[in-house]
């Protein structure tokens, strides 16, 4: 830790394994502890916890942003703008379903920002974004 705030998360997953390749393997992350129930995640600072529960992870529904609709709920990562594409490409090669494909949104507006989202192997809807200027973040 560097002091700073990092989230705390955890999210349900059907299949340790699955979550093993998928949050180890294609998104590189650092795996933490575990136990036969579940698996920490070091998601850029933040704990991710994949926990193992019975059933689909639950989805309250989608929400219509810059013509598209967008999962919810939904967890993810702002990145540099090299991040966002490398991390688009390793999605790409490893035959991941985009449910939004990666595209520059309100380009030329407040908030310009590339997005992404796709699902983990349990179903849990993920974002990943790059800001074009981070002081934009927050922007009206």
């Known amino acids: 830790?560097?002091?700073?705030?990092?989230?705390?998360?955890?999210?349900?997953?059907?299949?340790?394994?699955?979550?093993?390749?998928?949050?180890?393997?294609?998104?590189?992350?650092?795996?933490?502890?575990?136990?036969?129930?579940?698996i920490d995640w070091n998601l850029h600072g933040h704990q991710l916890v994949t926990h193992v529960v019975a059933g689909p992870p639950y989805k309250a529904g989608d929400s219509e942003v810059d013509g598209h609709e967008v999962p919810i709920p939904h967890y993810g990562l702002l990145l540099s703008a090299e991040e966002f594409h490398a991390l688009a490409e390793r999605l790409r090669a490893a035959g991941t379903v985009f449910l939004i494909e990666p595209y520059l949104r309100f380009p030329g507006r407040p908030g310009e920002q590339w997005t992404m989202f796709f699902r983990d192997p349990a179903g849990n809807a993920l974002e990943f974004k790059a800001f074009r200027d981070e002081s934009q973040v927050f922007a009206r």
């Open 1 to 38: 830790m560097t002091g700073r705030p990092a989230v705390h998360l955890a999210i349900p997953v059907d299949d340790l394994g699955a979550a093993r390749a998928f949050y180890g393997g294609v998104l590189g992350l650092d795996e933490g502890r575990s136990s036969d129930h579940w």
